[in-house]
C-alpha cells in the first residue's frame, strides 16, 4: 500500500539552528510529494512540493528533493526562525485520484528564541 | 478571500448525538475532502468528493456521512457521535484531481464527544 512515515517530534531548536525533518514513502504508483505546515490554530498549507525525481521543492528558505532511490523526500532549512514554529506534514498523492492525499503523521517544530 | 470555510471552529456533542459539520469554498473546484487528525497520526481521509453528486470512501469512513449537492458545499454527517469520534476535522478543496494539485485546507472543527 501506501504510506508516509515521518520522524517523530516534538523537535526543539535555537533560532538559526538547522532544521532536517526526515520523510519516507512507499508508493505502488509515481508520486507527488508535498509538505504541508500547520501554524497554531489554523488549518494546514502548501509549504512545497516536488512532482518527479530529483526535483528540487523550495520555499521560504525550505527546501525538499526528491529521492526515488532512496523513496525520500526529505525537509530542510539552513536557519530556523521562532515564525518557524508550527507542525509540519509530509504527504503524497498518486494518480488521478481526486487529489487524495496520505499524511505522514506531522512532526511538532518549536523553535526558542 | 474565504478560500474553505467550516464551521462550527468548536463543538462538545454528547454520545448519540447527531450533528453535521459545514464545509464551503468559494474557489469552484471540483475535488472536496474530509479529514480527521488525530495525534500520532497525521491526517486520515473520511470521504471524498470528485464532482456535485459524486461521493465516495476513505481511509475511515465509518461513522459519517456526506453528501455534495452544490460545487460549493460538503457536509460532514456524524449520525449517532461516539468518543472515538473525538478529533479535529479538516475539508479541502483542490482543483484538479492531479496528483501534483495543491489541497486548499480550512481552519478546522474541533469536536469532541463525551
Known amino acids: 500500500g501506501n504510506s508516509v512515515t515521518q520522524m517523530e517530534g516534538p523537535v526543539t531548536l535555537s533560532e538559526e539552528a538547522f532544521l532536517t525533518i526526515n520523510c519516507t514513502y512507499t508508493?505502488?504508483?509515481?508520486?507527488?510529494l508535498f509538505w504541508y505546515v500547520q501554524y497554531p490554530g489554523e488549518g494546514l498549507q502548501l509549504l512545497l512540493k516536488?512532482?518527479?525525481?530529483?526535483d528540487k521543492g523550495s520555499n521560504k528558505g525550505f527546501e525538499a528533493t526528491y529521492r526515488k532511490e532512496t523513496t525520500s523526500f526529505h525537509l530542510e532549512k539552513g536557519s530556523v526562525q521562532v515564525s518557524d514554529s508550527a507542525v509540519y506534514f509530509c504527504?503524497?498523492?498518486?494518480?488521478?485520484?481526486?487529489?487524495?492525499?496520505?499524511f505522514g503523521q506531522g512532526t511538532e517544530l518549536s523553535v526558542k528564541p | 478571500n474565504a478560500g474553505v470555510t467550516q464551521t462550527p471552529k468548536f463543538q462538545v456533542l454528547k454520545t448519540g448525538q447527531s450533528m453535521t459539520l459545514q464545509c464551503a469554498q468559494d474557489?469552484?473546484?471540483?475535488?472536496m475532502s474530509w479529514y480527521r487528525q488525530d495525534p500520532g497520526m497525521g491526517l486520515r481521509l473520511i470521504h471524498y468528493?470528485?464532482?456535485?453528486?459524486?461521493?465516495d470512501q476513505g481511509e475511515v469512513p465509518n461513522g459519517y456521512n456526506v453528501s455534495r449537492s452544490t460545487t460549493e458545499d460538503f457536509p460532514l454527517r456524524l449520525l449517532s457521535a461516539a468518543p472515538s469520534q473525538t478529533s479535529v476535522y479538516f475539508c479541502?478543496?483542490?482543483?484538479?484531481?492531479?496528483?501534483?494539485?495543491?489541497?486548499?485546507f480550512g481552519q478546522g472543527t474541533r469536536l469532541t464527544v463525551v
Open positions: 479541502a478543496s483542490s482543483s484538479t484531481g492531479t496528483a501534483d494539485t495543491e489541497a486548499f
Open positions: 508508493a505502488t504508483g509515481y508520486p507527488s
Open positions: 516536488a512532482t518527479k525525481a530529483d
Open positions: 504527504a503524497l498523492s498518486i494518480g488521478n485520484q481526486g487529489g487524495k492525499l496520505i
Open positions: 474557489m469552484n473546484h471540483e475535488y
Open positions: 468528493s470528485v464532482g456535485a453528486g459524486i461521493t
